[in-house]
């Protein structure tokens, strides 16, 4: 009877045991599979900042991109002249909030290749900040001659219902030469249309069609509803004549 005792007691103390280190097990599990998964989104952030570094004008730039498309949340880039015998280095920061919500990082690639490729067609390949946000939320480049370019904007265009290749088509491009090679692209379309090396004077913003676009009170010849006549006035049908009721059971011969 001792023995038969030990060997329950023994078999209870493991079960026990075993119970025990299986939440501690699960948690593990939980905690491996989150890092695995910030890992990825980490690496896939970091590579497309890099890629984008030289567009961005900064790493940080570049960093502060990709997070906010990524996220859908405000975009601040930073600026830093350099000083010269006569000015001192000045730093300026711009500041906008992209015209579409979240992205996943592809859309955000293509988002920013499209950008990268409208103003290397607009002759401009070193872009100021103004200059990025103008590419991506639309805005109108005032040339140092006089003329104007007008970017409708890659998030814009896209918060607007249009896909990425017919994004890339409005604009004279082929997707897939833009998502090779961006500035390539770009440059190929700017010698087509004569805007090699542009001189940007000025950036004015609230040019996109986004605010352009008209109302629906705004197309000429349009009948306002209000104009309608008024159902009120309509001639009503005649009344339906009434169907007699049946003679009752009890009124029938023989009933």
Same mark, same amino acid.
């Given at each position: 009877?001792?023995?038969?005792?030990?060997?329950?007691?023994?078999?209870?103390? %493991?079960?026990?045991?075993?119970?025990?280190?299986?939440?501690?097990?699960?948690?593990?599990?939980?905690? $491996?599979?989150?890092?695995?998964?910030? =890992?990825?989104?980490?690496? #896939? *952030?970091?590579?497309?900042? +890099?890629?984008?570094? *030289?567009?961005?004008?900064?790493?940080?730039?570049?960093? %502060?991109?990709? +997070? =906010?498309?990524?996220?859908?949340?405000?975009?601040?880039?930073?600026?830093?002249?350099?000083?010269?015998?006569?000015?001192?280095?000045?730093?300026?920061?711009?500041?906008?909030?992209?015209?579409?919500?979240?992205? &996943?990082?592809?859309? !955000?690639?293509?988002?920013?290749?499209?950008?990268? %490729?409208? /103003?290397?067609?607009?002759?401009? +390949?070193?872009?100021?900040?103004?200059?990025?946000?103008?590419?991506?939320? &639309?805005?109108? /480049?005032?040339?140092?001659? =006089?003329? *104007?370019?007008?970017?409708?904007?890659?998030?814009?265009?896209?918060?607007?219902? #249009?896909?990425?290749?017919?994004?890339?088509?409005?604009?004279?491009?082929?997707?897939?030469?833009?998502?090779? $090679?961006?500035?390539?692209?770009?440059?190929?379309?700017? $010698?087509?249309?004569?805007?090699?090396?542009?001189?940007? #004077?000025? !950036?004015?913003? &609230?040019?996109?069609?986004?605010?352009?676009?008209?109302?629906?009170?705004?197309?000429?010849?349009?009948?306002?509803?209000?104009?309608?006549?008024?159902? %009120? =006035?309509?001639?009503?049908?005649?009344?339906?004549?009434?169907?007699?009721?049946?003679?009752?059971?009890?009124?029938?011969?023989?009933?």
């Amino acid at each position: 009877m001792k023995i038969r005792h030990l060997t329950l007691t023994l078999v209870c103390a %493991a079960v026990l045991a075993g119970l025990a280190a299986t939440p501690a097990m699960a948690q593990t599990a939980t905690s $491996s599979g989150t890092s695995v998964s910030t =890992g990825t989104s980490t690496h #896939e *952030s970091t590579r497309l900042s +890099t890629e984008f570094i *030289s567009f961005a004008g900064s790493d940080t730039n570049s960093q %502060a991109l990709v +997070t =906010g498309l990524r996220d859908g949340t405000a975009i601040t880039l930073t600026e830093t002249t350099t000083a010269t015998a006569t000015t001192p280095s000045t730093t300026t920061t711009t500041t906008f909030t992209p015209a579409t919500g979240q992205m &996943g990082y592809g859309n !955000v690639k293509i988002a920013l290749s499209l950008a990268e %490729a409208s /103003l290397a067609q607009a002759g401009i +390949t070193d872009p100021t900040a103004t200059e990025l946000e103008a590419a991506l939320n &639309g805005g109108t /480049l005032v040339l140092a001659d =006089g003329t *104007s370019i007008d970017l409708k904007g890659v998030l814009a265009l896209r918060a607007a219902g #249009e896909g990425w290749g017919q994004i890339a088509n409005s604009m004279g491009f082929k997707l897939g030469d833009v998502m090779r $090679s961006p500035k390539a692209a770009g440059a190929a379309s700017a $010698s087509a249309h004569a805007h090699a090396n542009a001189s940007v #004077e000025k !950036v004015v913003f &609230g040019q996109s069609h986004m605010t352009d676009r008209p109302s629906a009170t705004d197309h000429p010849g349009k009948p306002d509803f209000a104009g309608k006549p008024d159902f %009120a =006035g309509k001639p009503t049908l005649p009344d339906r004549p009434q169907i007699p009721d049946h003679p009752s059971r009890a009124g029938r011969p023989g009933g």
